[in-house]
């Protein structure tokens, strides 16, 4: 029944798990389309790297296809979907090799973005984004890209929600450090 | 009192935090007004799907295999069982029966059951001394319980015998 009220994206992600645990692999281009960009989003953040962010994304929505009645039955769908992203990109990023993670660190997530010809300050912002510890770029992602409430940051972190609000915090304040770095030094 | 945030000697720590507050507020509206959104590349899907099937039908292709050997040792374990059960069934009940009694007869034997510890209580004999027992040299011996069912059946049949004369009718 359509209502033509705006669904909830979480919402949306539940109606897709459902819908996946119940007609099989066939419905997994539906969770695909619904939240593939925001899942590579959020790995990104924390494998810093495009290519390895997708992986992990394939990685998990093949776990997720073994097992979609987990997804569907879970209280979070979306956050639950979050976890097993995160698990993978800790796997990759654990898997990888020193010399790649030398890599990493000359060639940032932010420097994809900054290409797409997008307003300055913005590219300012992802760019000190991606000079936060994984730890707290992540929870700046979900706590305002995904506007989740603390209590669910802490459920994908596994993790109180009071760790989840000074991570926050603390990268907020990190973030305030890096913007008047970062304008300072294109600025002059 | 100086703030510790920022080290300043200058500026009052409440209005330092409040300014800390504001600008934290601005770093946030900064931050959401610069949200991205990436597309995922096109051969992204495809491979997603593509492998999602794999894993599945492999899945189901170990399933399969599972409850297969599952099937297949459980019939094995239960026609091996019923095999066992069905060959070794004379042999139980003969080992049930315990050791098997062997008596040897000598030429004058009475095929009468003797009791062992009867005749070993009434002549006072220790028990090693029934392992040479011989009924032909028992018959010699003056022993009255020996004797009596041989000579009770005879006297019987004597008696029967004598009835059967003596009687007039």
Redesign the interface.
């Known amino acids: 029944m359509d209502t033509g009220e705006p669904i909830d994206f979480a919402e949306q992600v539940r109606l897709c798990a459902q819908k996946l645990a119940r007609d099989?692999?066939g419905a997994?281009?539906d969770v695909?389309?619904v939240t593939?960009?925001?899942l590579?989003?959020y790995a990104?953040t924390l494998t810093r790297q495009?290519d390895d962010a997708?992986d992990a994304?394939?990685a998990a929505?093949?776990r997720i296809?073994?097992r979609p009645r987990v997804l569907a039955e879970a209280r979070y769908p979306w956050a639950y979907l979050l976890k097993v992203i995160r698990n993978e990109a800790l796997n990759i990023v654990r898997r990888r090799k020193p010399v790649r993670r030398l890599k990493v660190r000359s060639k940032s997530w932010c420097e994809?973005?900054a290409d797409?010809g997008?307003?300055e300050?913005?590219?300012y912002?992802?760019r000190a984004?991606g000079k936060l510890p994984p730890s707290q770029a992540e929870v700046?992602v979900l706590k305002?890209?995904e506007e989740m409430t603390f209590a669910e940051i802490g459920e994908v972190l596994g993790q109180s929600p009071n760790t989840a609000a000074s991570r926050y915090?603390y990268a907020?304040?990190k973030?305030?450090q890096h913007?008047h770095a970062l304008a300072e030094m294109y600025h002059d | 009192m100086p703030c510790k945030?920022c080290l300043s000697t200058c500026t009052p720590w409440r209005r330092c935090i409040m300014t800390?507050l504001r600008?934290?507020r601005e770093?946030?509206k900064?931050?959401?007004?610069?949200?991205?959104?990436?597309?995922?590349?096109h051969h992204?899907?495809q491979?997603?799907?593509k492998?999602?099937?794999e894993?599945?039908h492999r899945?189901t292709l170990w399933k399969r295999f599972a409850v297969t050997s599952s099937a297949v040792s459980g019939t094995l374990v239960i026609a091996f069982v019923g095999f066992r059960l069905f060959t070794s069934g004379p042999t139980t009940t003969a080992t049930e029966t315990g050791p098997v009694r062997v008596q040897i007869y000598s030429p004058g034997h009475n095929l009468q059951p003797v009791a062992p510890t009867q005749t070993s209580t009434a002549s006072g004999t220790s028990l090693g001394e029934d392992l040479y027992f011989h009924p032909a040299h028992l018959q010699s011996v003056d022993s009255p319980q020996a004797e009596r069912p041989v000579a009770g059946s005879e006297q019987s049949n004597l008696s029967n015998n004598k009835d059967v004369r003596t009687n007039p009718q």
């Open positions: 099989g692999v997994l281009g695909y389309d593939a960009s925001r590579i989003r990104t495009r997708e994304v394939q929505l093949v296809a073994l994809y973005v797409q997008e307003q300050l913005h590219t912002v992802r984004l700046v305002i890209w915090r907020l304040q973030l305030s913007l | 945030s800390d600008q934290l770093i946030e900064l931050v959401e007004d610069s949200v991205f959104h990436p597309s995922p590349r992204l899907k491979r997603v799907l492998r999602a099937i894993a599945k899945q």
